[in-house]
């Protein structure tokens, strides 16, 4: 059976909690939700890159692109690809070598209040540059799971800021709290307590 997608099941499980005031609710969130998320929020520089060193008009550089999401057992993984120019800069162009690699990291979903937050990072595969894996460990360990966090309180609020125009009734969410977050098979199965007002 194929994931709907992330705004939708949002949208049916508010709507669903409309009848019970601060009640608990199950949302799912599939592997390309978070995939989008990531994207937009961490690899959103030129052509998808998130530059750890340099930008684009540097000579040398190293840069991340093309993050995947996937689930593996009770764990998220994400595996991007990098590419390095690693020396020293000399009239413009870099002296010293070019690397390419792949690199995943896995991490456990955490609930955070009204966040969807991530910890335990595990980095399950590096390069074999010394000098790359240098720059990368801090990349993977900690900027890419901070970035990932997704507030879902904000998101279920931007989505309910059209409900109106919608479905003929103003939605308000007067609070949110992610109780657990766990990885079932395809999806990120989250348990929520959400107060909703209908007007």
């Known amino acids: 059976m194929r994931c709907l997608p992330f705004r939708l099941l949002v949208s049916m499980a508010l709507l669903f909690a409309v009848t019970r005031a601060a009640s608990a609710i199950e949302v799912t969130m599939s592997a390309q939700a978070l995939e989008r998320t990531l994207r937009a929020q961490l690899f959103n520089g030129p052509e998808g890159r998130y530059y750890i060193r340099g930008d ?76 790359l894996n240098f720059l990368l460990v801090p990349f993977l360990s900690h900027k890419l799971p901070a970035q990932m966090k997704v507030n879902a309180a904000v998101l279920m609020r931007q989505l309910l800021s059209r409900s109106t125009e919608t479905t003929g009734y103003t939605l308000a969410l007067n609070s949110l709290k992610l109780h657990s977050l766990l990885v079932e098979g395809e999806s990120l199965v989250m348990d929520v307590d959400a107060d909703l007002k209908v007007d």
């Open 56 to 131: 684009a008009s540097s000579p040398c550089y190293v840069y991340a692109d093309s993050p995947h999401v996937t689930f593996v057992q009770d764990r998220i993984v994400v595996h991007i690809h990098a590419k390095a120019k690693l020396g020293t800069p000399v009239h413009g162009a870099c002296l010293g070598v070019s690397l390419s690699t792949d690199a995943d990291v896995s991490l456990i979903p955490d609930a955070e209040e009204e966040s969807i937050g991530f910890r335990d990072a595990r980095i399950e595969r590096l390069s074999e540059s010394k000098e």
